[in-house]
């Protein structure tokens, strides 16, 4: 399972990565780049546990790559 990306809190694919302070360095061979490929294309087997105060969040990624989801 997916979920979608909330970078503003640090959040990719279910994953804490924490807040990123500045810009990710440039990479000559993948510009397009943020540094976060690696646990956005991770799939879960399962769920993430929820959360008592926020039930609903990480929220399952729709197919759409702009949220996390899709390939």
């Known amino acids: 399972m997916k979920y979608k990306d909330d970078i503003p809190n640090g959040y990719v694919n279910g994953y804490?990565?924490?807040?990123?302070?500045?810009?990710p360095t440039p990479d000559a061979l993948e510009p397009t780049a943020d540094g976060y490929e690696?646990?956005?294309?991770?799939?879960?087997?399962?769920?993430?546990?929820?959360d008592a105060l926020e039930p609903n969040y990480p929220e399952p990624a729709t197919d759409d790559p702009e949220e996390g989801g899709g390939a």
């Open 38 to 50: 690696v646990p956005r294309g991770t799939e879960r087997i399962g769920t993430v546990t929820p």
């Open 16 to 23: 804490f990565v924490g807040v990123r302070q500045g810009s």
